[in-house]
Antibody, heavy 122, light 110 residues
Framework: QVTLRESGPALVKPTQTLTLTCTFS??????????VSWIRQPPGKALEWLVLIDWDDDKYYSTSLKTRLTISKDTSKNQVVLTMTNMDPVDTATYYCARIPPNSSGYHFDYWGQGTLVTVSS | SSELTQDPAVSVALGQTVRITCQGDGLRNFYANWYQQKPGQAPALVIYGKNNRPSGIPERFSGSSSGNTASLTITGAQAEDEADYYC?????????????FGGGTKLTVL
């Protein structure tokens, strides 16, 4: 079965760089059309898409955050890594990784990790 | 880039039908997808594409679209349907690809 799990620090200080890892199983990111994305949700607020990486190593970033984000994949380890620089308290949120299956014209997320809460505070 | 707009809150009497809408220019070109999120849980996909339900999603959930508006309909709402609902789609206006989420609709089942 398909599973995704986020891991990383629960607390980061302002100006630090956040690194999160999404470890997945049940599918391969080398399969044509497969994508993995990061999405976040501040407490009590809406979902916000951050970035996407596809099977061909193409990367698509949120316009508003692209200068701070980097995504990479390690297909052999079934992992996708997100880094976000210059963290600020407003970046406090639950960070999710999620899968977009092949042939999804509307980019739907069919499997999600349980999310990891990241708090930015000194 | 485009936005997706949802009503913040909607209520429905138990067993009645409710429609949750999502508006955005990008929906003229791409279908919306819908997610249900209960407190403390990750979102769960309930409708994707034209009107497709993932395995395990009850038949009372359906999707439709007209012009720039997508709708999620719950026919015969149950108490367990009380949750936040989010729409999402893609936007490829200009030379940039974006993935959009609506602001969410809190559904209360009375």
């Amino acid at each position: 079965q398909v599973t995704l799990r986020e891991s990383g620090p629960a607390l980061v200080k302002p100006t630090q760089t956040l690194t999160l890892t999404c470890t997945f199983s049940g599918f391969s990111l080398s399969t044509s059309g497969m994508c993995v994305s990061w999405i976040r949700q501040p407490p009590g607020k809406a979902l916000e898409w951050l970035v996407l990486i596809d099977w061909d190593d193409d990367k698509y970033y949120s316009t508003s955050l692209k200068t701070r984000l980097t995504i990479s994949k390690d297909t052999s380890k079934n992992q996708v890594v997100l880094t976000m620089t210059n963290m600020d308290p407003v970046d406090t949120a639950t960070y999710y990784c999620a899968r977009i299956p092949p042939n999804s014209s509307g980019y739907h997320f069919d499997y999600w990790g349980q999310g990891t809460l990241v708090t930015v505070s000194s | 880039s485009s936005e997706l707009t949802q009503d913040p809150a909607v209520s429905v009497a138990l067993g009645q039908t409710v429609r949750i809408t999502c508006q955005g220019d990008g929906l003229r070109n791409f279908y919306a997808n819908w997610y249900q999120q209960k407190p403390g849980q990750a979102p769960a996909l309930v409708i994707y594409g034209k009107n497709n339900r993932p395995s395990g999603i009850p038949e009372r959930f359906s999707g439709s679209s007209s012009g720039n508006t997508a709708s999620l309909t719950i026919t015969g709402a149950q108490a367990e349907d009380e949750a936040d609902y989010y729409c999402n789609s893609r936007d490829s206006s200009g030379d940039h690809l974006d993935v959009l989420f609506g602001g969410g609709t809190k559904l209360t089942v009375l």
